[in-house]
């Protein structure tokens, strides 16, 4: 189980490629044979923050979609935390905590797929299927916060789902699965807190002056994700016509 918990991941052009001997022994057989081929880069300090919770999901038989679920009462609460922001500024506090945690689960719920031989085709969908519906809340309740125009928030919305879909098409078309781009969920989430923590102190001790060339500041900071999200788009395919003309050219 320490091997498991403990698993050593190599890093190559945005992707992960796990080696082969990381799940030898999964607690249920019936998984045995499916192996995750690519998994999203993670911080070794963050992932470290999960091995005490995996020991205690696997010990407690806690299922990975339960944990995928969670993320996404996680995304709800920081959605409401922004939605309700503009009444009650001092939300923005706790709105970015809750999108860690989001992260948090999103990480853990892998962990604990591959530490107890849960890793399944069925349990790749639910870990992305409500991590885009994680994106939406978050972004929407951005977009009604009173805080910045609606359609920034929805387009940011929109170029976040865009930009996960784009990663799964390699994996779709039988290579690599994309994390690559400056505009990851991770930094997606890093964008926003930074964002509204900067807009916190401007309602507490900016006079409440939020804007800054016509646009407040979490205008911009919407700006800033889809900017973001377009470079990480153009990478992304670029990564993965290469990886299929390389391909092609082997076969």
């Known amino acids: 189980?320490?091997?498991?918990?403990h698993e050593r991941v190599t890093a190559n052009n945005g992707r992960i490629t796990i080696p082969s001997g990381l799940n030898e022994k999964p607690?249920?057989?019936a998984a045995a044979e499916y192996r995750p081929t690519s998994r999203r880069p993670i911080g070794g300090l963050f992932r470290q923050t999960a091995h005490g919770a995996v020991r205690v999901c696997v010990r407690c038989n806690i299922h990975p979609d339960a944990i995928s679920y969670l993320s996404m009462v996680a995304a709800a609460a920081a959605a409401v935390c922004?939605?309700?922001?503009?009444?009650?500024?001092w939300l923005l506090i706790l709105g970015?905590?809750?999108c860690y945690a989001r992260l948090w689960c999103n990480m853990l719920d892998g962990?604990?797929?591959?530490?107890s031989g849960k890793a399944s085709w069925r349990g790749e969908i639910l870990n992305d299927f409500p991590d885009r519906i994680s994106d939406v809340l978050i972004f929407a309740g951005v977009a009604h916060s009173g805080l910045n125009a609606?359609?920034?928030?929805?387009?940011?919305?929109i170029f976040a789902v865009l930009t996960a879909y784009i990663g799964m098409f390699g994996q779709?078309?039988?290579?690599q699965r994309e994390f690559s781009g400056v505009m990851s969920k991770p930094w997606r989430m890093v964008t926003l807190h930074i964002g509204a923590w900067i807009t916190l102190g401007l309602i507490w001790w900016g006079q409440g002056n939020l804007r800054y060339g016509g646009l407040t500041v979490l205008d911009w900071t919407c700006l800033v994700v889809i900017i973001g999200c377009v470079q990480t788009i153009a990478v992304r395919l670029k990564r993965i016509m290469r990886s299929l003309a390389e391909k092609k050219s082997k076969g």
């Open 1 to 5: 189980m320490s091997a498991i918990l």
């Open 96 to 98: 970015p905590l809750f």
């Open 150 to 157: 609606i359609e920034s928030g929805y387009w940011a919305a």
């Open 82 to 89: 922004f939605w309700q922001a503009g009444a009650h500024a």
């Open 111 to 115: 962990m604990v797929a591959l530490a």
């Open 27 to 29: 607690a249920h057989p």
């Open 172 to 175: 779709a078309v039988g290579v």
